[in-house]
């Protein structure tokens, strides 16, 4: 396999009812101690770690769906090459703020699917 999926997210209007839900089917520890309320899942042993949160904003405008990111060196290059392949970029490279450095970039695929990027 190329580059490693390493992390997904789960976005929906209602995020407390998806954390429980999810949490509920999956015996999932979901944690929302943080400023925003977002949920995330470490795994216990195998897998990876995840994400549940609300769209928030104006709903037309929100991402609802399942996003998983792809651990690449060079997030611009690798959005650069997918709008080559038909993709669109969703989101330039962004450091996400009270997380140490994690960078996210996001595009759409041909079809509309939205992918997540990390720089790793």
Same mark, same amino acid.
């Given at each position: 396999?190329?580059? !490693?999926?390493?992390?997904?997210?789960?976005?929906?209007r209602d995020a407390p009812k998806?954390?429980?839900?999810?949490?509920?089917?999956?015996?999932?520890n979901v944690d929302t101690s943080? !400023?925003?309320?977002?949920?995330?899942?470490?795994?216990?042993?195998?897998?990876?770690?995840?994400?549940?949160?609300?769209?928030?904003?104006? !709903?037309?405008?929100?991402?609802?769906?399942?996003?998983?990111?792809?651990?690449?060196?060079?997030?611009?290059?690798?959005?650069?090459?997918?709008?080559?392949?038909g993709g669109k970029t969703l989101?330039?490279?962004?450091?996400?703020?009270?997380?140490?450095?994690?960078?996210?970039?996001?595009?759409?695929? !041909?079809?509309?699917?939205?992918?997540?990027?990390?720089?790793?």
């Open positions: 396999m190329g580059k !490693p999926v390493v992390h997904f997210e789960v976005i929906g998806l954390q429980k839900f999810y949490g509920t089917l999956f015996d999932w943080n !400023p925003g309320g977002y949920g995330t899942i470490t795994p216990e042993s195998a897998g990876m770690d995840g994400g549940i949160g609300g769209g928030g904003g104006n !709903p037309q405008d929100a991402s609802y769906g399942v996003t998983f990111y792809v651990q690449v060196a060079d997030l611009k290059a690798t959005l650069d090459k997918a709008e080559k392949l989101m330039p490279p962004t450091e996400i703020p009270g997380t140490g450095g994690v960078t996210l970039a996001a595009f759409s695929d !041909p079809e509309g699917n939205r992918i997540g990027l990390t720089k790793g």
